[in-house]
């Protein structure tokens, strides 16, 4: 089911070929390339990341509209059940005009002053988001233009946390937004014949209604008991949904405590080894329509454990995650 191979073995094709024969992950091992890209794009404490940042900064260098896929800068995104993070997220593009890659943003502000990553860390990023799209293209296929995605992605230490986030979000809307935060919350827990777009929606609405909510409730539980990509272990809570990357591709890795990264596959969800030696990649939604590769599952989920006291801590950088994509 997921697979393991050395930066040096990731060629033209060799990801399609992988995952075309039945792999939902392949881990390449790239330690030096992740510890260079983890230093400069988390370690540099000149740069004021979104988590540590005031409020006003996130606003000002968010760039984005109510496609969540589409925004790019800082963003906060916390819907029950759906999404829980805090990020920064840059796209790369090759301008041939001017004969480099340029990232939109190109900075971001931080109290009073701009931070701008620099042209050799936006390079690299380039020239790994070009390599693994290359792999991803079957032998044969000429490859469209495309952009790298570059997303530092922040999950919280505790189930309060998450919480308390999404009250912040959700309380800072008029009624008939909180209203839509309830409706939405109910519709993603609608579970088999009642999940498509629509019975879903209703479902959500009869979550609403007294008269009827229990009802409602005992038939959408039957559902959930006989969907095996519904259940969570003991100890377990959803953090993200299980859902599809819109992207070509997605490659992961990070800092990882309390956050677990999961692929469905054979009725099972397996667990993504996140960590700073290897990328964690898996294909998306316009790989399987360009290249007719398989979509492939997935969710996040927040572990409840106690971890050791004496253990040393940095909220920069704990529970973090690096995503390198393309789109």
Not at 59 to 66: D, E, F
Request: with cysteine; net charge neutral; glycine share 8%.
């Amino acid at each position: 089911m997921i697979t393991t191979i050395d930066l040096q073995e990731v060629t033209a094709g060799s990801l399609a070929r992988l995952f075309s024969a039945g792999h939902v992950a392949v881990m390449v091992e790239c330690p030096d390339l992740i510890a260079s890209l983890w230093r400069e794009l988390l370690e540099r404490k000149e740069e004021q990341l979104p988590w540590q940042a005031p409020l006003v900064d996130m606003a000002r260098n968010y760039h984005g509209c109510g496609d969540i896929t589409a925004s790019l800068g800082d963003l906060f995104y916390f819907q029950p059940g759906r999404h829980g993070y805090i990020a920064r997220k840059m796209a790369l593009a090759q301008q041939e005009e001017a004969g480099r890659v340029a990232a939109k943003p190109s900075s971001f502000f931080q109290s009073g002053s701009s931070y701008a990553p620099s042209q050799e860390v936006i390079d690299q990023c380039w020239s790994l988001g070009q390599l693994l799209m290359t792999a991803m293209i079957p032998e044969g296929e000429l490859p469209g233009r495309f952009e790298v995605v570059v997303q530092r992605l922040k999950y919280q230490e505790t189930a309060a946390d998450f919480a308390n986030l999404g009250a912040l979000a959700r309380n800072s809307m008029g009624r008939w937004g909180r209203a839509g935060c309830a409706l939405d919350e109910q519709r993603w827990n609608a579970a088999g014949p009642l999940s498509p777009r629509g019975l879903s929606d209703l479902y959500g609405l009869t979550m609403l209604l007294p008269a009827v909510r229990q009802v409602a409730k005992r038939v959408n539980g039957l559902m959930l008991r006989r969907d095996p990509s519904r259940r969570l272990e003991p100890g377990q809570r959803l953090i993200e949904g299980a859902h599809y990357d819109y992207r070509y591709l997605t490659a992961l890795c990070g800092k990882r405590d309390k956050t677990l990264t999961q692929v469905f596959a054979a009725g099972k969800w397996f667990d993504l080894p996140i960590d700073l030696t290897t990328l964690a990649v898996f294909p998306g939604m316009m790989a399987s329509r360009a290249f007719g590769l398989p979509n492939v599952l997935h969710r996040v989920v927040h572990l409840e454990r106690e971890m050791a006291a004496d253990r040393p801590r940095d909220p920069r950088t704990d529970d973090v995650t690096l995503l390198i994509g393309a789109a």
